[in-house]
C-alpha cells in the first residue's frame, strides 16, 4: 500500500463521518487515461474531498511555499502535488500539468483559483481551458455542494465527460474552453 493510499483511506475516516459524503456520477468517470477533474471551490477541504472521492489517484498543484515548509515538503510530492508559483507564469508547472494528462493520470483543478466567498461559482480563468485543449484527456466537471457543516451530507457530484471535440476542431481558446466548463459545473451545481 502507497503512502497516497494510506492518506486517503485515513482521510476518508475522518471526514465521512463528520460531513456524510454523498457521491453522485462516478459512473462517468474514465477507468483509464489522462483525466481533467474540474471543480467549483468553496473550501479548503475541497482538494482532500476531490483527492478521496475520485476513484482514482489525483495529481494538485500546490503554490511553492508549501514545499519549504517543515514535514509538507517530504508529504506533500507523496501525495501527488507539485509546486506552482503564484502570480506569474511557471513554465515548468504547465509542463508537468500536461505530461501528468498525456501520460493518462489525473489532475485536480479548481479554475476559479480561489475559494468563493458567497459560495457562488465564479469565473474559471484560462488554464482550465489551457490544460482541456492541450492535455488531451478527459474533461470531467464536478460540484462540491455544501456548505461544510458537521454531520450535515456534503454532496460530491462528477458529471459525463465534457465533449470538446468542436472546439478542438476550430481551435477555440482556452477563455471560451474555460467558459463552457464552467457552464458544466454550474449544471451539476443546479441540479
Same mark, same amino acid.
Given at each position: 500500500?502507497?503512502?497516497?493510499?494510506?492518506?486517503?483511506?485515513?482521510?476518508?475516516?475522518?471526514?465521512?463521518?463528520?460531513?456524510?459524503?454523498?457521491?453522485?456520477?462516478?459512473?462517468?468517470?474514465?477507468?483509464?487515461?489522462?483525466?481533467?477533474?474540474?471543480?467549483?471551490?468553496? +473550501?479548503?477541504?475541497?482538494?482532500?474531498?476531490?483527492?478521496?472521492?475520485?476513484?482514482?489517484? =489525483?495529481?494538485?498543484?500546490?503554490?511553492?511555499?508549501?514545499?519549504?515548509?517543515?514535514?509538507?515538503?517530504?508529504?506533500?510530492?507523496?501525495?501527488?502535488?507539485?509546486?506552482?508559483?503564484?502570480?506569474?507564469?511557471?513554465?515548468?508547472?504547465?509542463?508537468?500539468?500536461?505530461?501528468?494528462?498525456?501520460?493518462?493520470? =489525473?489532475?485536480?483543478?479548481?479554475?476559479?483559483?480561489?475559494?468563493?466567498?458567497?459560495?457562488?461559482?465564479?469565473?474559471?480563468? +484560462?488554464?482550465?481551458?489551457?490544460?482541456?485543449?492541450?492535455?488531451?484527456?478527459?474533461?470531467?466537471?464536478?460540484?462540491?455542494?455544501?456548505?461544510?457543516?458537521?454531520?450535515?451530507?456534503?454532496?460530491?457530484?462528477?458529471?459525463?465527460?465534457?465533449?470538446?471535440?468542436?472546439?478542438?476542431?476550430?481551435?477555440?481558446?482556452?477563455?471560451?474552453?474555460?467558459?463552457?466548463?464552467?457552464?458544466?459545473?454550474?449544471?451539476?451545481?443546479?441540479?
Amino acid at each position: 500500500m502507497t503512502f497516497y493510499q494510506v492518506i486517503k483511506g485515513t482521510v476518508w475516516q475522518l471526514l465521512n463521518p463528520m460531513y456524510r459524503f454523498d457521491i453522485e456520477g462516478l459512473e462517468h468517470f474514465p477507468k483509464e487515461g489522462g483525466v481533467l477533474i474540474c471543480a467549483n471551490h468553496i +473550501s479548503a477541504l475541497d482538494p482532500p474531498v476531490v483527492g478521496i472521492t475520485s476513484p482514482r489517484p =489525483v495529481h494538485f498543484m500546490a503554490k511553492e511555499e508549501l514545499f519549504h515548509m517543515p514535514v509538507l515538503k517530504w508529504a506533500i510530492p507523496k501525495l501527488n502535488a507539485f509546486p506552482v508559483k503564484r502570480g506569474m507564469s511557471d513554465r515548468d508547472a504547465l509542463r508537468k500539468a500536461i505530461s501528468l494528462l498525456k501520460s493518462g493520470e =489525473v489532475m485536480g483543478l479548481f479554475p476559479e483559483g480561489t475559494r468563493s466567498i458567497d459560495g457562488k461559482l465564479g469565473k474559471g480563468f +484560462s488554464g482550465a481551458g489551457f490544460f482541456a485543449m492541450k492535455g488531451d484527456a478527459h474533461v470531467i466537471p464536478c460540484a462540491i455542494i455544501g456548505p461544510y457543516k458537521p454531520f450535515k451530507r456534503l454532496k460530491v457530484r462528477y458529471g459525463k465527460p465534457i465533449d470538446l471535440t468542436e472546439l478542438k476542431e476550430r481551435k477555440a481558446n482556452a477563455e471560451e474552453v474555460t467558459a463552457v466548463i464552467m457552464e458544466h459545473i454550474q449544471t451539476l451545481l443546479d441540479k
